[in-house]
């Protein structure tokens, strides 16, 4: 009963954090909340203790986030900047593992060097959710946010498998070699790769089955979408490959593939929905839980300096400093070597990053704030060894990641916005014109298609339709679109037009629902008819209040 208490109270606070970010007088992003939510909650005064295992909070945590990364990530972009997003997610990953490893390891005394990589791993990932809480939506321009998506994605996943391998060497069920280690590596990422493509077709598949067995009954279909990544992960990591590849791979597979296209419209409405509602309630948890862990984490963390006679506390602080110091400069030496390598070597088809001016490599370096995975990966190192001993300087590695999380929250909050100051976001009004341009080579091709419909109507004997009838919902349906694809000539006129047909429509909408709860009230018609009645004018409100959006 107490497990279940404990989940209610945390489900409610991270629903409640979103609230406290939004009436705070004073930006403070919601990373920050959370944390200081948790650490507020595990105070004596509160006492809220929650019970840490590890490898649940792998499991439960990393893959659905993941995945939900991956299936946000538009494919084209990803591709397009595949050179930009391989540099940072590999390249970067690698050089940050070894040589903030080495820096850890020199450093920080009692951390060992296996101990130290770990460490470095677990920093390597960026978090472009916690970015956006930062500096808000549409705030960084589009061809640095579209490279630190992709980034964010891909060096979760390298992150975290050379997290896996650095405990897997420290736990002594691997012995490592640069060869070896390159081998499997190799085999993992591959593996897992092609294990997320292959359970996602798969449940592609079986969700053809279902619909065609049970018919379009939403419910099953989105608890079968909610297991997909943890499916992924799990089966991958049954046969030895990477599940957190195998739950990447499934989110970009699932949104590259038609299977939520092709679906029926309830399941995608529903999937949709509930997949907003996990990501913010699993980002939250995991940022909560550091909040809860860190009193905890300053208590044993003092409590051992003071215990040891090689660290001093203050050591500890400035060595959160110096981390986050080294790793902004890694990060930022590297893109300027990427851009110098584009400029000499790639002039026929430079890198993104050709382009970029100092201010613009300052903002995609400290735009590299870190957050959840961070966070999830450094809590899910083993407790113990597999003899039992207390896995070395953990207390340590946990309270420098969370440390650095902190600090690059904070700088970020600080940093960025001056470095974007002046700096022009995302042009919303391209977004406008794209918007117009889609609709009117919409409106023509269904203008076109109803023009063959009335045709094959008219000419089919079977239909027996009143020709008068056919022409006046034609000329209604068409003359609508009509306006619509003229648009291109009077915008202005065209959106105005469009926006006071929105209004009529919710104000006869709502009148609709009014009336309709008040002919259940009397009695007039039965729940049923009713609760069917209005889930039709929620699906109409829904498209009507996103277009005003």
């Not at 296209?261 to 699993?282: G, T």
């Not at 001093?312 to 986050?324: C, G, H, Q, R």
């Amino acid at each position: 009963m107490e497990i279940f208490f404990t989940i209610l109270i945390l489900t409610l606070v991270v629903s409640l954090s979103g609230v406290a970010a939004r009436i705070i007088p004073f930006q403070i992003p919601l990373p920050l909340v959370q944390i200081a939510t948790g650490a507020l909650l595990a105070w004596p005064t509160f006492g809220l203790h929650v019970d840490f295992d590890p490898e649940l909070f792998l499991v439960l945590f990393i893959p659905p986030l993941l995945f939900a990364d991956g299936w946000k990530t538009p494919t084209s972009e990803f591709l397009h900047h595949g050179r930009e997003i391989i540099g940072l997610a590999l390249v970067l990953v690698l050089i940050t593992v070894v040589g903030i490893g080495y820096l850890i390891y020199w450093l920080v005394p009692g951390i060992p060097l296996l101990g130290a990589f770990a460490l470095a791993a677990v920093l390597s990932p960026t978090d472009a959710v916690a970015l956006s809480g930062i500096v808000g939506e549409g705030r960084i321009p589009k061809k640095i946010m579209s490279i630190l998506q992709g980034e964010a994605l891909m060096n979760d996943a390298s992150g975290l498998v050379s997290l896996k391998f650095a405990v897997a060497v420290a736990m002594g069920t691997m012995v490592f070699t640069v060869s070896g280690a390159t081998i499997e590596f190799l085999k993992v990422a591959i593996g897992g790769l092609l294990a997320g493509i292959a359970i996602c077709w798969l449940y592609g598949k079986s969700l053809r089955l279902l619909s065609r067995w049970s018919g379009d009954d939403p419910a099953t279909q989105t608890v079968l979408l909610l297991l997909l990544p943890f499916a992924s992960y799990l089966i991958a990591e049954h046969i030895g490959v990477s599940g957190i590849l195998a739950a990447v791979a499934a989110g970009m597979t699932i949104s590259r593939s038609g299977i939520i296209r092709q679906a029926p419209l309830a399941m995608r409405l529903r999937a949709n929905s509930v997949w907003h509602m996990l990501e913010f309630v699993f980002n939250g948890m995991v940022f909560l839980m550091l909040g809860l862990q860190l009193p905890g984490i300053l208590e044993i963390s003092i409590g051992q300096a003071n215990a040891d006679p090689n660290v001093d506390l203050w050591m500890l602080f400035a060595s959160v400093a110096l981390i986050y110091a080294a790793l902004m400069v890694v990060r930022f030496g590297w893109l300027w070597t990427m851009q110098v390598i584009s400029n000499r070597l790639l002039k026929k088809k430079p890198m993104e990053f050709t382009h970029y001016s100092t201010r613009e490599l300052l903002v995609a370096s400290f735009a590299g704030v870190r957050g959840a995975i961070t966070l999830a990966g450094v809590l899910s190192i083993p407790l113990f060894l597999s003899n039992g001993e207390p896995y070395p300087a953990r207390y340590e590695l946990v309270f420098l990641a969370t440390g650095v999380i902190l600090v690059s929250l904070v700088v970020g909050v600080i940093l960025l916005p001056l470095l974007l100051r002046g700096v022009a976001g995302t042009d919303k009004s391209e977004h406008r014109r794209e918007e117009l341009m889609a609709k009117v080579v919409m409106a023509e091709t269904a203008i076109e298609s109803l023009h063959k419909m009335e045709e094959r109507l008219v000419s089919d004997t079977e239909e027996n339709i009143d020709a008068d009838l056919l022409k006046e919902v034609s000329l209604r349906v068409i003359g609508n679109l009509r306006r619509r694809a003229d648009g291109k000539a009077d915008l202005e006129r065209s959106q105005y037009a469009e926006n006071l047909e929105r209004r009529f429509r919710l104000t006869a909408l709502r009148a609709e629902r009014g009336e309709l709860y008040h002919l259940r009230a009397t009695q007039k018609i039965s729940n049923e008819t009713m609760q069917k009645l209005l889930h039709d004018l929620d699906l109409l409100e829904t498209l009507l209040v996103e277009k005003e959006s």
